[in-house]
């Protein structure tokens, strides 16, 4: 690791960068009598992004931990389920085409 010279000048200053872009709203869904929000996978910290092994692991943290405790509890088809994870990329601008990211269908 270099060491920092007094008064030398970052090259890149987390402190000051804004977000560009990004979906206007959160995206939600019902399921029953029940609205469900998916948090968008952009503001989840860095750490829990590099430990994702499996798309499960992506999931658990995509809710908040009263709708994963329901959704746990809930059938939901293949089908379904695959159609909701289209429309959450489609949301929130996540390309899943070939070599930009790992499929989350079942």
């Excluded at 872009?21 to 750490?47: C, Q, S, Y």
Aim: aromatic residues 12%; charged residues 25%.
């Amino acid at each position: 690791m270099a060491t920092q010279k007094p008064n030398a000048k970052p090259d890149f200053n987390l402190d000051t960068i804004e977000r560009e872009g990004g979906a206007d709203h959160a995206f939600t869904f019902n399921i029953g009598d029940r609205v469900i929000e998916m948090i968008d996978p952009a503001e989840l910290d860095w750490k829990i992004l590099a430990a994702i092994e499996q798309p499960q692991d992506f999931l658990r943290h995509c809710f908040t931990p009263a709708d994963r405790e329901f959704l746990n509890n809930e059938h939901i088809p293949g089908w379904k389920f695959n159609s909701l994870m289209d429309a959450y990329m489609s949301h929130y601008g996540i390309d899943m085409s070939a070599g930009k990211g790992s499929g989350f269908k079942l």
